[in-house]
């Protein structure tokens, strides 16, 4: 890509400027997004009707302990000041703590986003892997039995609500077959055997060889991801299969065919080539979908993911989880977005 | 059609793949008992702080206190660290001999200084559960006069008035009156915190087993405790957070976990139909209540408070929504109590609940909201309500919100009816009266919002009755001022009281002396034992 840029541009300079250019832009997107984020959580925050002082003292405790915890989040203070105090923090890396937990917010977030990291990550790659084939086919093979299947297949995705699908799921490969593990992350008897490091069990526990744990892990991992697979399969497979469809039906396909390629190569080299490129985004938002945490399948498989953190948090007016917890899904999705784009250039050479 | 084979293939692998992962055990280690629950609320797991239901029963079987009671009959308070005590002539002075050869886990003996470096940490700290010895007239600042080392093993705790002694002893029985070593806590402290930020994830005391290790909203780990009197069958006892009951419920059955503590009505009749599964149940210190707001003009008529104890359907409630959850009780010291009352007058009655509302003047009927906590069987006993209140021509509209804003709500004093549940801080009658029966300062800034006064309800010479009653040091002329006092809030406040909590556990049937005591703090595995 960079040599394109250098013959485009013509030099170094102009290609460092464009690059310091897009960072720049990016620096600026990430900082607008993140600020406009945390005040709209912060503002909803304090104007929900929960009192965050009794999330933190309890019902029962006496008016002085109240009034002095009142006093130490300082509640007291307008609500602007209140904000500017956060934001000043924040940039410090300062999230405060869980009132739920006592954590700091960035020790609970690198506990609970890996969980979720490694559950969206597996289950996005079966949607990818199974799905963008899958809706190839069903557009190459246009009204066939396949098509039906897949249009099904993507209907039943987006009717069926998932935590019914996550108990049948335990209910048949867990209780009744016995084929995986049920409900929690890794077993209790193993997970003292690998020491965490990045917090994604499949990584630290493969890193660290301890296969026995590892496969135990796999064995938890592999029903909740195959769910979430499941659901983001139906919708990139519906996806490609409409996105091949308009580009089967272009003139260049007819063109390469004429010129007489083998169809396989019509189909993987040239039609898929440009399909590849809003696919890309269909893929990104579905990933940063699954990456906001699932709070229903982190619930149905007691997974210690950033949706249940956040669902719980929420729950007991702990504002500084909250607020932690969006942050992070916001930074993921300028990312994935800052990916995505990257990803387009490379694909088509029209955006370079 | 030619590409569909592949898929067939790939999907082949898959379920090839899931097949192969069989390593998964089907019964939990024989010495390690497995309990799946709801520990969401466990926020600390410093004894000085700790006031959930959850960490309560970490407490309970990690630490150890003073004075503990017979959880079969309450009233029998015995020694646990204390050997003995006396209470000086004029009622304020408790003096504690220790049982000489107690330990902590870390093997260092457990010496007065350490009981008193406890209590004066829970004063200091000053927490959500401190009032219970605050209540004493003890504070940060005088705590280090009234409580104090008198020998090795000897100490003595000074209060302001000549309480009640059990009352004195119950809540130096509770979990924030819990001995943690001072060894430990001096080298893990960190700016004057009594070692608070340490302690809230860790452990330092002397109770049958030692927590090892707590992952928030996932795993709490307890293993045995070496140094403990009476060892405990069990090396470890395992708390796995599983928030979803029907999740427990696939666990238990498959074996994979020991206990399910949060099972729904309709998933307790299931399993128990299981015959590797038997039930466990015992009654709660906690009921379940309306509060009617007194400044409601409509509540606020003593006949329309009434009439509304005689439209709810007790039995029907407790034998559908609540059951297995819950007993009718209308009294509001719950069955165990010193004093407490057993008789539930109130029936489902409309024509006499009619009459009631014909005399307060609203023949036919009213409007009122009610503040309902969206759980499921809150929300179904409200439903069951509204039904009833219908009746004599109530109309009682739900409105459904997130618990934390209702009980925002309540304590600010807007509501019409709240429904909810109290349950009781210590084991003593006291706990209950102070909430129901007295209120000292009615007025909108009150400092003090016992349920009285979140009803909005001035009760009168209830609140002089419900002080010397703490005063009173005769146990039985005491019971009998409890008596009275709940007639009086049974037949006139603004309270409809109308069950006692149950809790109850679906245990494997291999599982012996797992116990659920009348407290969270006395549910006990200490005993357990798997065959």
């Known amino acids: 890509m960079a040599s394109a840029v250098m013959n485009r541009g013509g030099g170094h300079a102009s290609a460092l400027r464009s690059s310091l250019k897009n960072i720049a832009q990016f620096v600026i997107v990430l900082m607008t997004t993140l600020l406009g984020l945390a005040a709209v959580t912060f503002f909803i925050g304090r104007v929900v009707p929960i009192d965050p002082v009794i999330a933190i003292v309890g019902d029962r405790a006496p008016a002085q302990v109240y009034e002095r915890v009142r006093q130490e989040l300082g509640l007291d203070l307008p609500l602007i000041q209140q904000f500017w105090i956060y934001l000043k923090k924040a940039v410090t890396g300062d999230f405060g703590n869980s009132v739920l937990t006592t954590n700091p917010v960035l020790t609970d977030i690198a506990n609970t986003f890996p969980a979720t990291l490694e559950l969206a990550t597996l289950g996005t790659l079966i949607g990818v892997i199974i799905g963008i084939p899958l809706g190839i086919l069903a557009a190459v093979k246009r009204g066939s039995f396949i098509d039906q299947f897949v249009r099904v297949l993507g209907l039943a995705g987006y009717s069926i609500p998932i935590f019914w699908l996550g108990l049948m799921g335990l209910l048949v490969f867990y209780a009744k077959l016995g084929w995986v593990a049920g409900p929690g992350r890794i077993d209790v008897t193993y997970s003292y055997l690998y020491t965490p490091v990045t917090n994604i069990v499949l990584l630290d526990t493969a890193m660290q060889g301890q296969w026995d744990a590892f496969w135990d892990a796999v064995s938890h991992i592999i029903l909740p991801a195959c769910l979430l697979g499941y659901f983001s399969l139906a919708y990139i497979s519906r996806m490609t299969r409409s996105f091949m469809l308009n580009e089967l039906a272009q003139e260049y396909v007819i063109a390469a065919r004429v010129k007489g390629l083998s169809e396989m190569r019509v189909i993987w080299r040239h039609a898929l080539r440009n399909a590849a490129v809003p696919l890309i985004t269909v893929i990104a938002l579905s990933y940063a979908n699954l990456l906001e945490g699932s709070v229903l399948t982190e619930t149905i498989f007691a997974w210690p993911g950033l949706g249940q953190y956040i669902t719980n948090s929420l729950q007991n007016a702990d504002m500084n989880a909250v607020l932690g917890g969006t942050l992070v899904i916001g930074t993921a999705f300028v990312l994935l977005n800052l990916v995505s784009d990257l990803l387009y250039r490379l694909l088509d050479p029209r955006t370079r | ?531």
């Open chain 2, 1 to 531: 059609m030619k590409n569909l084979p592949k898929f067939i293939l790939s999907a082949a692998m898959v379920a090839a793949m899931a097949t192969s992962f069989s390593a998964v055990k089907a019964a939990t280690p024989p010495d390690t008992l497995v309990q799946a629950w709801q520990s969401d609320d466990i926020i600390s797991l410093d004894p000085a702080e700790v006031f959930e239901f959850s960490a309560s029963e970490i407490m309970g079987n990690t630490y150890e206190r003073l004075v503990s009671y017979d959880i079969k009959d309450v009233s029998k308070i015995t020694g646990q660290v204390a050997e003995s005590w006396t209470v000086s002539p004029d009622g304020k002075t408790f003096t504690f001999k220790l049982k000489p050869n107690k330990k902590f886990a870390s093997g260092s003996n457990i010496t007065a200084e350490d009981v008193v470096y406890s209590l004066h940490r829970a004063v200091s700290l000053d927490k959500s559960p401190a009032f219970i010895l605050g209540q004493f007239g003890l504070t940060k600042d005088n705590v280090k006069d009234k409580i104090k080392q008198t020998g090795p093993l000897e100490l003595t705790v000074e209060v302001d008035k000549a309480y009640a002694p059990t009352l004195v002893l119950y809540c130096l029985g509770n979990s924030v009156a819990s001995i943690v070593e001072k060894k430990v806590l001096v080298q893990n402290e960190k700016d004057g915190d009594w070692g608070y930020n340490w302690l809230k994830t860790k452990y330092a005391g002397s109770g049958p087993y030692i927590m090892r290790d707590w992952k928030a909203n996932e795993v709490l780990v307890l293993e045995r405790n070496p140094n403990y009197e009476k060892p405990t069958p069990l090396a470890r006892v395992i708390f796995r957070h599983i928030k979803e009951t029907a999740s427990q419920r696939l666990l238990l059955e498959k074996g994979d976990i020991d206990v399910a503590r949060n099972l729904n009505p309709e998933e307790v009749t299931a399993v128990s139909k299981n015959p590797d599964i038997k039930i466990q149940s015992a009654p709660k210190g906690t009921v379940y209540y309306l509060g009617l707001n007194q400044k409601n003009p409509n509540l606020a008529k003593p006949e329309v408070r009434q009439a509304l104890k005689y439209l709810v359907d007790y039995q029907a409630i407790a034998d559908t929504i609540m059951k297995y959850k819950g007993d009718v009780h209308q009294n509001f010291l719950p069955k165990g109590y010193l004093g407490a009352e057993t008789s539930n007058p109130y029936k489902l009655d409309v024509a006499k609940a009619k009459e009631l509302l014909a005399k307060a003047g609203l023949k036919d009927g009213f409007s009122v909201t009610m503040d309902t906590r969206s759980t499921a069987e809150i929300t179904g006993v409200a439903q069951a309500m509204q039904q009833t209140f219908a009746q004599a021509g109530i109309k009682l509209e739900i409105l459904p919100m997130d618990s934390k804003q209702a009980l925002t709500k309540y304590r600010a004093r807007q509501h019409d009816i709240y429904i909810g549940n109290w349950g009781s801080d210590y084991q003593d009658p006291n706990s209950n009266a102070d909430t129901f029966a007295a209120n000292d300062d009615n007025s909108d800034n009150a400092k003090a919002k016992p349920l009285a006064w979140r009803n909005a309800w001035d009760p009168g010479p209830l609140t002089a009755k419900t002080r010397a009653a703490v005063m009173e040091r005769d146990g039985e002329k005491r019971a009998q001022m409890y008596k009275e006092l709940q007639k009086s809030v049974l037949d006139d406040g603004p309270f409809v009281i109308f069950l006692q909590q149950t809790e109850v556990a679906a245990v494997r049937k291999n599982v012996d002396n797992f116990v659920l005591g009348p407290s969270f703090s006395d549910n006990d595995v200490s005993q357990a034992k798997k065959n």
